[in-house]
């Protein structure tokens, strides 16, 4: 296996873990359950005096979501998301 391959996935691996260290018990548990129908962790958004927004997406990358502090997959959030 090429070691750039292998360097990118163990990044990635280690991002992801990140970024799961920021979500409570609930999060979790329901991103753990949802991951099984191909959602995903994309990013946490920290925003200066306010929670942060965990933000998952559908396996077809057609539906972003907000898994809310109390477990709930919120899947019609009012987010404002950059498209570069």
């Known amino acids: ?3 750039t391959v292998s360097e990118r996935r163990k990044s990635a691996k280690q ?3 990140a970024l799961k260290r920021e979500l409570n ?3 979790l548990e329901t991103l753990s359950g949802i ?3 191909g959602w995903e962790l994309k990013f946490v958004r920290r925003k200066l005096f306010e ?3 965990a933000v998952v997406m ?3 990358r057609k539906t972003l979501a907000v898994l809310e502090p109390d477990g709930r997959l919120n899947e ?3 987010l ?3 498209e570069d």
Request: aromatic residues 4%; proline residues 8%; negative net charge.
């Open 25 to 27: 018990d609930v999060q």
């Open 51 to 53: 929670p942060s927004v």
């Open 58 to 60: 559908d396996g077809d």
């Open 15 to 17: 991002l992801l873990a």
């Open 35 to 37: 991951e099984n129908f």
């Open 1 to 3: 296996m090429n070691t």
């Open 76 to 78: 019609n959030p009012a």
């Open 80 to 82: 404002e998301i950059r």
